[in-house]
């Protein structure tokens, strides 16, 4: 079955960096885009970033843009969101997610990974 | 504030029926399938409706999703206590900031 782990979060530093892990199992990680999604403490989705199946094609929300990279290796079925210049807003817990089944939709998610910037 | 915009709250009694608005414009669910998902207290979203009318298999057909122009519905029919979620719609957005959008969220609240 589809699974997806998150890991790499924990407490930082304002303007410090974090690199989170998604680790996919159960399907062909290089067949699906993934995406990255948060969600502030007790506030609702915020979309990140998107990648295509074969790593070249990219977008960010302008949230993020400039301070966070997404990336994905194929050969170790995983995802990345590299995460600089954190900011106290940028709390939340973070899925990642794959594509599910129609035009753009997240079909499957991981349980998601907190992430605190505070001093 | 979210681009896409839903009712911050909705509540039926169990059995009834409801409906979940999404509005937005014509970058986003004019020109895009819309998905809508459904967050339980404490857990991940989980997807409940996409391409705007279709369902993954494993939803039941108590839930179901129409679009017209610019704007989105999730209605859902003999409301169960365990449907009481937190509704999120989504979509692309087209525009020069290309990229996914959501609705701020409606909570559900089943009386």
């Known amino acids: 079955q589809v699974q997806l782990v998150e890991s790499g979060g924990g407490l930082v530093k304002p303007g410090g960096s974090l690199r989170l892990s998604c680790a996919a199992s159960g399907f062909t990680f290089s067949d699906y885009y993934m995406s990255w999604i948060r969600q502030a403490p007790g506030k609702g989705l915020e979309w990140l970033s998107y990648i295509g199946s074969s790593g070249s094609t990219i977008y960010y929300a302008d949230s993020v843009k400039g301070r966070f990279s997404i990336s994905r290796d194929n050969a170790k079925n995983s995802l990345y969101l590299q995460m600089n210049s954190l900011r106290a807003e940028d709390t939340a817990v973070y899925y990642c997610?794959?594509?599910?089944?129609?035009?753009?939709?997240?079909?499957?998610w991981g349980q998601g990974t907190l992430v605190t910037v505070s001093s | 504030q979210s681009v896409l915009t839903q009712p911050p709250s909705v509540s039926a009694a169990p059995g009834q029926k409801v409906t979940i608005s999404c509005s937005g414009n014509s970058s986003n669910i004019g020109n895009n399938y819309v998905s809508w998902y459904q967050q339980l207290p404490g857990t991940a979203p989980k997807l409940l409706i996409y391409?705007?009318?279709k369902r993954p298999s494993g939803i039941p057909d108590r839930f179901s999703g129409s679009k017209s122009g610019t704007s989105a519905t999730l209605g859902i029919t003999g409301l169960q206590t365990g449907d009481e979620a937190d509704y999120y719609c989504?979509?692309?957005?087209?525009?020069?900031?290309?990229?996914?959008?959501f609705g701020g969220g409606t909570k559900l609240t089943v009386l």
């Open positions: 391409d705007n009318n």
């Open positions: 989504g979509t692309w957005d087209s525009s020069l900031s290309a990229g996914a959008v």
């Open positions: 997610a794959r594509r599910g089944y129609g035009g753009y939709d997240l079909g499957y």
